[in-house]
């Protein structure tokens, strides 16, 4: 999204929120960190004279989507979510669908398991319940806390990433189940596709339910979107 702004020469800032240690260089302006709410985003809206906003967050990202979804009420401010499709579960697959971390815990058999918890560090804390498992945790930077899961080894590693190194993750680390949320698209779903490889079980996380928005599924869309928006204050 970011490189066909800049390539259409708009004026444009890209937002991080500020999770990751070293994001990914963008060709646009960059700003970091949260906003204070729905407040500070309807103040930034208003002080930056933002005149459209697309909602390119992860799908898990729930909280920042609804502030966005408020804001741009509040201030008049059109807004257009870019939602990449969520993965589908295919002949033969072995899914069991949750709606939250807590239900992915539970959904874990109680015998020991060897995990491959591929969610991320912001809700680990879940699996806590269910210590009795071996996770194998894959994130971008290394944890600033203490983990309470006492049988977690940890990979730090950044996608996009391929489905022969997952497969050959999955068989290092002895995995018997593999638990992750449903972000869609195709720089995390090398590990759905080697799960399905070597047939393994999968608890698949189902995403946070969000108000109605205008949802877009491509960047061309969003783009397209943008013109005829700009278009509509001329």
Not at 70 to 87: I, M, Q
Not at 145 to 162: S, W, Y
């Amino acid at each position: 999204m970011a490189q066909a702004l800049a390539a259409a020469g708009m004026d444009a800032v890209y937002s991080y929120a500020g999770r990751t240690a070293e994001p990914a260089p963008q060709p646009l302006p960059r700003r970091t960190g949260g906003f204070g709410g729905v407040e500070g985003l309807v103040t930034y809206l208003r002080a930056e004279v933002i005149t459209e906003v697309i909602d390119a967050t992860h799908p898990f990202a729930a909280e920042m989507s609804r502030h966005a979804i408020e804001a741009c009420a509040t201030v008049g401010v059109p807004l257009a979510a870019l939602e990449r499709s969520p993965w589908r579960p295919e002949p033969g697959d072995r899914w069991t669908v949750v709606a939250d971390e807590a239900a992915a815990a539970l959904a874990l058999p109680p015998q020991p398991q060897r995990v491959f918890l591929a969610i991320g560090r912001q809700t680990l804390s879940a699996f806590a319940s269910a210590a009795q498992h071996h996770y194998l945790l894959r994130l971008v930077d290394p944890p600033t806390a203490a983990l309470r899961l006492p049988k977690a080894e940890i990979v730090i590693d950044r996608g996009p990433f391929r489905v022969e190194g997952d497969v050959t993750l999955l068989r290092q680390h002895h995995i018997d189940i593999v638990v992750a949320k449903n972000s869609g698209g195709e720089g995390a779903r090398a590990k759905v596709d080697a799960a399905r490889q070597l047939g393994l079980p999968m608890v698949m996380i189902g995403r946070p339910a969000l108000p109605a928005r205008l949802t877009l599924a491509s960047v061309a869309e969003v783009m397209n979107w943008l013109a005829h928006s700009a278009l509509r204050r001329v």
